[in-house]
C-alpha cells in the first residue's frame, strides 16, 4: 500500500454565522453555543458509539494543498497517504482496515465502488478523485460497525459521511485565488443565490493545478458543485438536490529504489525514456430527494442517485531500468487501461418519533455497471482493436453487472428522562453478481460467472449520562464485506492438471466477516470535549486464494483471520484569553490512538509464496497516531499550529501485501496557519481574507510511501515516494 500523510494545517476557526448546529448533548443556550461553536473538537456526548465530528472551521483552514482524505488524519485512528497532488494514489486506513474495508459516504450514498469497494485510486485508478473540499461543510466519523442507519456497504472499520454544502435563506458568495510551493495555483469562486421564487441554490467551482514534488506528478484538478433546496409552501416537504462533477489529469510517479534516490536526489523518477504514466478521469454523482412529514410523529426522506466513473491511463515501459522491473511492462511497450463504471439507485427512510422511542426503517438499492479493459500496442497512441476470438489487442475485455440491497430497521430507546439510551437494530445486505470476460490475450475463450451472497447483520449499542455531561457506552455490532472484481476474473478458464480441461471455478464461500466491540468515556462542557474509547474488531473468514495441488486449479475461498484492537483518545477546549495584553481566545486539542494489528491465523498467499504466521503484525498500521494542535482567534484575526505523528509501520512486501520483518520509523510533520479577515467597502465586497499556510513547517524528510520489492538477482530492496517538503501558500479571498 502507498503511504503519504499530509496534515491539515489547522484545527479550529472563529465563530462565524454558519457554525455548525450544536451537537446533541451540548446545551443550546446561546452562551453554550458560541462555546460549542469555538471547540477545537465535536464529539457529540450521547452517543451510543464512537463518534467525532470535523467542523467547517477546521475544514476552511486547511491549506490549498490538502485533499479531502487529508483531512481525516487529524481524527484518531486513521492514516492518510498520498503521491502526489491533488490526491494522486491515495489511500486511508481505518482501525487498520485497509480502502475498501470501511465505507464512504456522501450525504449518505455509498461513494465505495461496487466493484472493488476503494473510494480513491481503487483498481488501479491513479488519479481519480471526486470529492474535494469544494463538496462538503463537514464530516461525521463514525468507528466501528456503528448501527444500521449509518452504516453502509462494506462498514467494517467504520463510516465516514460528508455533508455536502446547503445554500441559505441569504444571498452571499467568494471569489478567491492562491498560489505557492510546487507551482501550485488554485482559484475558486461560490454564489450562494439566498431564497428567491422559493428556491435556495448554490453554485461553485474549484480548479486547481499543480507541477508537484517529484520528477512525475504535474496534475490538474476541476470540480463543480451545485445544490438546491426549495422548500414547499405547507412547510412540511422540501425537495433538494446536489450535484458533484470532477475532472481530473496528470502524471503518476512510481515508488523508486530508495537506492537510486539517495544517488540521484529525493525527487527522482526513472526518465520518460524507460518509463511514465499519464492519467485521465472523469466522475460525477447527482442526487435528488424529497423530505415529506407525514403526520405530526411519521416522516419520509426519499433519495435518488446517479454516478459514474470514467478513468483512462495511457503508459509506456521498457520492462527494466538495469536490475529493477517496471510497471506495466507485459507483452508491448504501451498500454492503455480504461476503467467505467455507472451507478443509480435509490434510498429510502422513516422516522417515527414516539415518546420514548425513535424508530428509524430504511433500505437501499443499487444498480452498478462495469466495464474494465487493457490494450497493447508497439507504438503510441494505442489503438484498441478487440476481435471476437481473441486475436485483438485486448489483454483483456470485461463487464460486470452488480445488484447491492440492503433493508434496515432500529429503535432508539430513551428512559430515564433521556439519560438511557439503548438502540438495538438489524440490517439485511445482499449482493448479486455477474461477470462476464470477452476472449483477449489472457482469455482463450469467452467466459463468464456468477455470484450470490447475503448477510444479517446485528447491532447493539447503549450510552448512560452517569452526571451532567458525563457519558459511558458501549456497542457490539457484525458486518460483512463482499467479494470483490478479483475473486471473479481470477476463476475464469483455469486448466485443470488431471483431465486437460479448461474450466470455471466458481466463487464460493462466505462474506467477510468483522465483529465489533467498543467502549468509552466522554465528557462535554461547553466548548471542553473529552473522550476515551478501547475498540476489538475480529476480522474473519477473509478471503484468499487457493491451490489445488492435484489439479492446479485455483480458488478464492474464506481463509485469513486478523484481530485489530486499540485505545483512541480525544480531548480539546477554547477558552479567553488569560492574558491582558494578548485579548481573543486560545484553543487547543489532542487526537491520539494506539492500533495494533495481527495476523491471527497462520496462512501462505499462493500467488506470491509469502507466509506469515499467527501473530504476525499487519503492515501500514502505525502503532501510533497522535494530533496535537493550537490557536489563537481574535476577531479578524486567526493564528494556528498542527503536529501529526505517525509511528513506526511495518512495511508490505510488494508483490503480496503480506507484511515485512522490514519497518519504517515514526516521524512528524507540523503544519501553520495564519488568517487575517479585513472588512472593506469595494462595491459588493465585504470582506478581504489573507491566509499564509506552511504545511511541513519544518521540511521533515519521510517516505509517503513504501513497501519491498524484489530486483532481478532475487534480493529484497525498499522502494519508495518522498513525501512532500515543505509547501507555502498564499491565499486571498473576497467575500461578498
Known amino acids: 500500500m502507498k503511504k503519504h500523510i499530509l496534515l491539515l494545517s489547522t484545527a479550529f476557526a472563529q465563530q462565524d454565522s454558519n457554525a455548525v448546529t450544536p451537537i446533541q448533548g451540548i446545551s443550546k443556550s ?232 539517495q544517488q540521484y536526489g529525493s525527487t527522482y523518477q526513472f526518465p520518460t525514456s524507460a518509463y511514465y504514466k499519464q492519467n485521465n478521469s472523469t466522475n460525477f454523482l447527482a442526487i435528488g430527494g424529497v423530505t415529506q412529514q407525514l403526520t405530526d410523529t411519521l416522516s419520509l426522506d426519499l433519495k435518488g442517485f446517479v454516478g459514474e466513473n470514467d478513468y483512462v491511463r495511457n503508459s509506456f515501459s521498457t520492462k527494466f531500468v538495469g536490475i529493477y522491473s517496471l510497471p506495466d511492462g507485459s507483452h508491448r511497450p504501451y498500454h492503455l487501461y480504461a476503467y467505467y463504471t455507472n451507478t443509480f439507485g435509490v434510498q429510502p427512510s422513516l422516522t417515527w418519533n414516539l415518546p420514548y422511542n425513535t424508530i428509524q426503517i430504511g433500505s437501499n438499492l443499487t444498480f452498478s455497471h462495469e466495464h474494465s479493459r487493457e490494450y497493447f500496442s508497439s507504438t503510441s497512441p494505442v489503438i484498441p482493436n478487440p476481435q471476437a476470438n481473441g486475436s485483438g489487442n485486448d489483454f483483456w475485455n470485461e463487464h460486470m453487472l452488480r445488484t447491492e440491497g440492503s433493508a434496515y430497521i432500529q429503535d432508539t430507546i430513551s428512559l430515564l428522562g433521556d439519560r438511557l439510551k439503548i438502540i438495538p437494530g438489524v440490517k439485511y445486505l445482499w449482493a448479486e453478481t455477474k461477470n462476464s470476460d470477452q476472449a483477449a490475450y489472457y482469455y482463450a475463450a469467452a467466459a463468464s460467472d456468477s455470484n450470490y451472497s447475503h448477510y444479517l447483520s446485528p447491532t447493539l449499542s447503549a450510552s448512560y449520562e452517569l452526571l451532567t455531561g458525563l457519558d459511558v457506552y458501549a456497542a457490539y455490532g457484525q458486518n460483512v464485506k463482499f467479494p470483490d472484481i478479483s475473486a471473479y476474473y481470477n476463476s475464469e478458464l483455469q486448466t485443470n492438471a488431471v483431465t486437460g480441461q479448461t474450466v470455471n471455478v466458481p466463487v464460493t464461500g462466505h462474506p467477510e466477516h468483522v465483529t465489533d466491540y467498543e467502549a468509552g468515556l466522554r465528557y462535554v462542557s461547553g466548548s471542553l470535549a473529552l473522550g476515551a474509547d478501547y475498540y476489538r474488531e475480529d476480522f474473519s473468514s477473509i478471503f484468499n486464494t487457493f491451490t489445488d495441488p492435484t489439479t492446479g486449479l485455483s480458488s478464492t475461498r474464506n481463509g485469513g483471520k486478523e484481530s485489530y484492537d486499540g485505545v483512541e483518545i480525544q480531548a480539546g477546549d477554547s477558552i479567553p484569553s488569560p492574558f491582558a495584553a494578548i485579548p481573543g481566545d486560545f484553543g487547543g486539542y489532542v487526537n491520539a490512538s494506539y492500533n495494533h494489528g495481527i495476523y491471527s491465523s497462520a496462512f501462505t498467499d499462493q500467488v506470491s509464496g509469502s507466509s506469515v504466521v499467527k501473530g504476525q503484525a499487519l503492515g501500514n498500521v502505525p502503532n501510533y497516531l497522535i494530533s496535537v494542535g493550537g490557536s489563537w482567534t481574535n476577531g479578524q484575526y486567526f493564528f494556528g499550529v498542527d503536529t501529526h505523528y505517525i509511528g513506526r509501520t511495518f512495511l508490505n512486501f510488494a508483490n503480496s501485501n503480506v507484511s515485512s520483518p522490514y519497518t519504517q520509523g515514526g516521524y512528524f510533520l507540523t503544519n501553520l496557519t495564519m488568517s487575517d479577515t479585513v472588512p472593506v467597502k469595494l462595491g459588493i465586497v465585504k470582506a478581504l481574507k489573507f491566509t499564509l499556510n506552511v504545511d511541513n513547517l519544518f521540511n521533515v524528510h519521510y517516505y509517503a510511501a513504501s513497501d519491498i520489492n524484489q530486483n532481478s538477482l532475487g534480493n529484497n530492496y525498499k522502494e519508495g515516494i518522498i513525501g512532500a517538503p515543505v509547501g507555502v501558500y498564499g491565499s486571498v479571498t473576497a467575500k461578498f
Not at 129 to 146: A, E
Not at 151 to 161: M, Q, V
Not at 214 to 233: C, G, I, R
Open 30 to 261: 446561546a452562551a453554550a453555543a458560541t462555546a460549542a461553536a469555538k471547540a477545537p473538537i465535536k464529539i457529540p456526548l450521547k452517543s451510543t458509539y464512537t463518534q467525532s465530528v470535523i467542523s467547517k472551521q477546521v475544514i476552511e483552514n486547511t491549506s490549498p494543498a490538502t485533499t479531502a482524505q487529508d483531512i481525516l488524519a487529524r481524527e484518531p485512528s486513521i492514516y492518510v497517504t498520498n503521491n502526489g497532488p491533488n490526491g494522486v494514489n491515495q489511500s486511508v486506513t481505518f482501525r487498520a482496515f485497509s480502502s475498501g474495508e470501511f465505507s464512504e459516504t456522501y450525504d449518505g450514498i455509498p461513494l465505495n465502488d461496487p466493484f472493488t469497494a476503494g473510494v480513491v485510486a481503487q483498481a488501479d485508478n491513479d488519479n481519480n478523485t471526486l470529492i474535494t473540499k469544494n463538496d462538503f461543510d463537514s464530516i461525521d466519523v463514525y468507528r466501528g460497525i456503528n448501527n444500521p442507519a449509518t452504516n453502509s456497504y462494506n462498514s467494517l472499520g467504520g463510516t465516514i459521511n460528508f455533508n455536502s454544502r446547503k445554500p441559505t435563506d441569504n444571498f452571499n458568495g467568494e471569489v478567491g485565488a492562491s498560489y505557492g510551493s510546487f507551482n501550485t495555483f488554485d482559484y475558486h469562486a461560490t454564489v450562494n443565490t439566498g431564497l428567491v421564487a422559493g428556491v435556495k441554490q448554490l453554485f461553485s467551482f474549484d480548479r486547481n493545478t499543480s507541477d508537484g514534488w517529484t520528477q512525475q506528478d504535474k496534475n490538474a484538478n476541476s470540480n463543480l458543485f451545485y445544490s438546491f433546496e426549495a422548500p414547499l409552501p405547507n412547510n412540511k416537504t422540501k425537495i433538494y438536490g446536489t450535484f458533484v462533477y470532477s475532472q481530473s489529469a496528470g502524471d503518476v510517479s512510481q515508488l523508486m529504489p530508495v537506492d537510486l534516490l
